[in-house]
């Protein structure tokens, strides 16, 4: 099968794949223009072919090789062909305005790891790289994997969908890179129970779980699920409410696992909005719409840095 690049200009329908779920309202719309500038992926193949902005190709598993590198101004990482599993998910630290990691090169996540349940993806990948984003599906006998990025310096900038024949939910695990940590964001603590203003209504403060490290004072993101339950691993930390009373946290330190529903989506959110406070995303799985966007009216929280150390969970794995 002969690799092919194709310009812009194509209609949404020629896009679709049947069967495959319409596209998850998701943070990806929140990084700011000012977050995105000069931004735009390569995906390295391991043939040696490179596409660009504005490249699409379906490409077989002979070009695919077992490991396909995505490459951005910003953030890069390496895609699992079998799985569409993420490795070294990385800040690169370039200059920008709304830069979160001080100038630094930040590995972020060491892996996000889909469990197939025995299955792996065979067909040829859909990849599909815009101006500053990404996108990649790949389906197998019985799952279909999607993968969405941005290549921005902070937002909602990641999303991993799965979607099974069986209908049933795909386990991923999030194992966080050396140095950064999940925590208990004490600021959402000392509003927990306040009623804030939210676009035209309100919503009520709940415990924000967040991970950062000790190194950029404004470095912090967080797990932003949609119809997915996390996993309890057996990992209780004992955090410090409002009215002086003590809740259990049963979270790890460095890593997170959840379940997530055929169609559902686990994203990644960084910067600012990762701290504001909006309601959940709502319980959709097949023709979202994109209610979930925040833009900007929402109040944001912030978290402290230095992170305390009775705020960060521990042991770091189970």
């Known amino acids: 099968m002969q690799l092919r690049l194709r310009r812009r200009g194509i209609g949404a329908a020629a896009l679709a794949l049947a069967g495959v779920a319409a596209l998850i309202a998701s943070p990806l719309e929140a990084a700011t223009d000012k977050g995105c500038e000069g931004g735009g992926f390569t995906v390295r193949l391991s043939d040696g072919t490179t596409l660009r902005p504005d490249q699409r190709a379906d490409v077989p598993q002979s070009r695919l090789g077992a490991t396909v590198q995505v490459r951005g101004r910003y953030v890069e990482f390496d895609i699992d062909t079998a799985t569409l599993g993420i490795r070294n998910y990385t800040f690169t630290g370039a200059a920008n305005a709304v830069d979160i990691t001080g100038g ?22 859909r990849i599909e790289v815009k101006e500053e984003g990404l996108e990649i599906l790949r389906k197998g006998r019985a799952v279909k994997m999607k993968i969405q990025a941005k290549d921005c310096a902070n937002g909602g900038l ?3 969908e799965p979607e099974r024949e069986d209908g049933t939910a795909t386990r991923i695990t999030h194992t966080l890179a050396p140095g950064v940590f999940y925590f208990d964001n004490p600021n959402f603590r000392a509003r927990e129970g306040d009623v804030l203003p939210y676009k035209d209504t309100t919503v009520t403060v709940t415990p924000r779980v967040n991970f950062g490290n000790d190194l950029s004072s404004k470095f912090v993101g967080r797990d932003s699920p949609q119809v997915a339950t996390r996993v309890l691993q057996g990992c209780p930390n004992p955090i410090r409410k409002r ?7 049963d979270h790890c330190g460095g890593v997170s696992v959840w379940d997530v529903a055929s169609g559902g989506r686990m994203g990644a959110v960084f910067g600012q909005d990762a701290t504001e406070v909006a309601p959940p995303a709502t319980a959709c799985t097949q023709r979202c ?25 521990q042991p770091r794995f189970p």
């Open 104 to 125: 630094r090169r930040t590995v972020v996540f060491a892996s996000k790891t889909p469990d197939l349940r025995g299955s792996t993806l065979t067909d040829p990948a």
């Open 158 to 160: 990641f999303q991993m």
């Open 243 to 249: 009215d002086g009373s003590t809740v259990t946290v």
């Open 289 to 313: 719409q994109a209610q979930n966007q925040v833009q900007g009216r929402a109040v944001v929280l912030g978290f402290p840095f230095p992170i305390p150390t009775e705020v960060r969970f």
